[in-house]
């Protein structure tokens, strides 16, 4: 059974800096992309931060040069270095995989883990 559990969030000055952690656990056959997500109340989930197969990286505008993934392999591990954080980065914060189980496209999806970015 697939398992994403993400930690690191927390409460943040604006300014300030986490790093989200991914563990991912389970058989994963031919993975599609790997990233992060956030959502808030009433709101859809939005793309923060991706790996795709051939690991090209790919950020939304409103984080791009704050925020970056990277990945541990060996470990199945994903992070989120998220640097010069701002209010309006309060959100859940999600692990996804997207991958094939067979012929069909699966998407696994973490807990999420909360960040709050407030004075």
């Known amino acids: 059974q697939v398992q994403l559990v993400e930690s690191g969030g927390g409460l943040v000055q604006p300014g300030g800096s986490l790093t989200l952690s991914c563990t991912i656990s389970?058989?994963?056959?031919?993975?599609?992309?790997t990233g992060w997500y956030r959502q808030n109340p009433g709101k859809e989930r939005e793309l923060v931060a991706s790996f795709n197969s051939g690991g090209a990286t790919h950020y939304a505008e409103s984080v791009k040069g704050r925020f970056t993934i990277s990945r541990d392999n060996g470990m199945n591990l994903v992070y989120l270095q998220m640097n010069n954080l701002k209010p309006e980065d309060t959100a859940v914060y999600y692990c996804?995989?997207?991958?094939?189980?067979?012929?069909?496209?699966?998407?696994?999806w973490g807990q999420g883990t909360q960040v709050t970015v407030s004075s």
């Open positions: 389970g058989n994963i056959f031919r993975t599609i992309a």
């Open positions: 996804n995989v997207v991958a094939y189980s067979g012929t069909v496209r699966v998407d696994y």
